[in-house]
């Protein structure tokens, strides 16, 4: 018995090869072969041994072309090789030329191989005319040793992996190079389906397209990858530092002392102490607007990238100011809680939580604040432990830890489960 894909075939005595119906056990007969000892199937071809020799099945034309004298009593196909088994002998059958080369001997016979995990397992139907039992044994596929794990099985001559061969991601070395690509370059089913040269794990070849990238490469100064490490230009040269202006005009910014950075739109946002918000392009360090946003006492920044949303915590005003990222103006005022310290967005719920870490005239706060992105409006707020500060978001979880500083806790936030789900 073997799989062949997803379906199983079998050798009958009377009707020659057939394909099983697994959902009712009855069987579909394929051609009035000669009765076939063993049968094994490499992710391609079909290969059959008898009292005649060794074959290739073509189930298109249900015809079987002749190889060799090669006779083999079990076959199983596994990681690019194909075995054969004979008495106690295990060997190798080559698929083209049907040449046997023995790899051991053990001490029971073998009418029946599959490898399952990587192992392969040996049965046969000894006493079948005796007691009706047989052996059931490990072979060592290096040398044919075998070891014996019961000899009271019903006698067997087929064994057959309890689930056909799964697709597998296969990658290949297009350029070259000596190295595999990091990327599958296609699918195929069964133990060794993969082309010739590919292999199934995924090499380290970033740009399988171009012989001078690969892993150990010398990184040059191209903006690419070329030692395939995950960084660009690395350790070219020394470190080179610009200045960008921030007061041009009559709008600038002074004392700036926050920052954060729109992985999207490459845009840095920085926050100056004068109530002044500096928008640079990241891609070519230039200043494109100073924006007003008023007195205040600004402590906290984060960038929603979906929404190309700034949010900006403003304690003397309680206030989270929220920034257009396209127009680059002022988008909503949301009132929070007292004195807001830090502001994060969970861009998977687009949630934004505010600590309010409250003041000497109003010390009882103690609440975060939950903001829908999507409106701009409050949508909870929770009581956590005294003078909340640090916020931690675990996207995967929807939890979100809250640092105390005034009791030396930590509060742990469910998120929403009703809240919308974004890929991000």
Partial sequence: MTWVGPDLYASVIIDGLVKVNLDNMTYQIIGLFPTYYALAYDGSTLFASNYGGFYKIDLNTNTATYISNTIADAMAYYDGVLYGAAGTDLFTIDPVSGVKTLIGSGSYDIDALAVSNGVMYGA???RRYVDGTGDFFTIDMSSGAQILISQSIPHTDALVTLNPPVAINYYCNKDNDGYAASSADGTCTGYGCQPAGCQTAPGGDCNDNNAS??????ELCDGLDNNCNGDIDEGIGAYNVETI???????????PNIMALNRVTKRLYVINENGVLSVIDGSTDTLIKNIILGNGNYSS??????LNNVYITDKANNKLVVVDGYSNTVRARIGVGSSPQKVALNEKTQRVYVSNYGTFQNPGDNTVTVIKALTNTVEATITVGKNPIGIGIYKKMNKVFIANEGSGTASVIEGNPSAPQFNQ
């Fill in 124 to 126: 046969n139907q000894i």
């Fill in 301 to 306: 920044i984060d960038v929603n990238t979906a």
């Fill in 213 to 218: 990238i690969h892993p150990g490469a010398a």
């Fill in 245 to 255: 202006a921030l007061n041009p005009g009559e709008i600038f910014g002074t004392a």
